[in-house]
């Protein structure tokens, strides 16, 4: 299901919803870069953040993003509220949309929750634009939006120049990862060839639409790459026997200098966040802001969230 005040999912964004989200989080970037306050075009909105898994940054960024644009933002304490009386999500839903949320900003891990968020607020007639901020391995829309936004940024082009010409690999724990989900969503749409890359019990049995290639070799997967993109080691979604040791891991699949060195010269590593610091990814790597752009994205994900609300409330008025 899919509804067009909401943001479910990077499929269904049309081409110019996509490019346009794109544009404006760049646009918002600037803004933010050079200190100036975007227009408060959410003044007296109200939104919700109800994340029923652990957050930092999504739900932090999302925070932000409302208020800078003028919205009052309530995050729901998940812990300390009612939920552990037994009552159920769609329950938690309807009393915020009761309370007048305009956004609910929603994380999950059971997939189909979105969905059915959306379809209760349908039934009970509320206007409430629902916003996908990670639902199980299914998706995380604002992530890989951010993702292609802040690769854009450091190689210097727009939308509209696309990503053709540029090799992203994706490396780690494909298999348990909505992050990856939604980055070949979002980086095939401009053009880019991607490879997916870590241990076989960690990446899909064929090909996605949009990948390329997959690889157990990982000096053989970043070979040329233009990114890299390393996944947090997700071991609360793993059964027992799919676990490696975390020294294990990073020496066979993790990502630092000596492999980045076998990309192209001016190769950047990506991680979405949050990291093992010596298991997917090498920490003084990371700290290298000279070919990590991990602040960056951290960054470009508040810019991509004011672009996400701008775009639902233009559709609200
Ligand atoms: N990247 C990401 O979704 O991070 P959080 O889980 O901290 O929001």
Request: proline share 4%; hydrophobic share 40%; glycine share 8%.
């Amino acid at each position: 299901m899919s509804a067009p005040n909401h943001l479910t999912d990077i499929a269904s964004l049309s081409d110019e919803d996509f490019h346009h989200i794109l544009s404006r989080s760049l646009a918002f970037r600037r803004i933010m870069d050079e200190g100036a306050s975007p227009r408060p075009t959410l003044q007296h909105r109200l939104q919700f953040n109800l994340f029923y898994e652990n957050s930092t940054r999504t739900n932090l960024s999302f925070e932000v993003a409302a208020k800078r644009l003028g919205a009052i933002v309530s995050v729901v304490p998940v812990a300390a509220s009612s939920v552990h009386k037994g009552e159920s999500k769609v329950d938690t839903v309807l009393t915020l949309c009761a309370q007048g949320a305009d956004y609910l900003v929603l994380r999950a891990t059971e997939p189909g929750t979105i969905n059915e968020a959306i379809a209760a607020i349908n039934a009970d007639g509320y206007g409430t634009s629902v916003i996908n901020a990670g639902e199980g391995a299914l998706g995380h829309p604002t992530q890989g939006l951010l993702d292609v936004g802040t690769a854009l940024l450091a190689l210097g082009r727009t939308p509209k120049d696309s990503l053709e010409g540029v090799t992203l690999t994706i490396c780690g724990d494909i298999a348990h990862s909505r992050v990856a989900a939604s980055a070949i969503e979002a980086f095939r749409r401009l053009g880019t060839n991607i490879r997916l890359a870590g241990p076989p019990s960690l990446l899909p049995d064929a090909a996605p639409d949009g990948v390329a290639s997959l690889h157990n070799d990982m000096d053989e997967a970043v070979t040329g790459a233009d990114l890299i993109m390393a996944l947090r080691v997700q071991r609360e979604r793993m059964a027992d026997n799919e676990s490696l040791s975390g020294d294990e891991f990073h020496t066979r699949y993790g990502i630092n200098a000596t492999r980045l060195a076998k990309a192209k010269p001016n190769a950047f590593v990506m991680h979405p966040g949050p990291m093992n610091r010596g298991v997917e990814i090498d920490g003084s790597l990371a700290d290298d802001l000279s070919r990590s752009l991990i602040r960056s994205q951290v960054t470009q994900g508040v810019a991509l969230r004011m672009a996400v609300l701008e775009w639902l409330e233009e559709r609200k008025t």
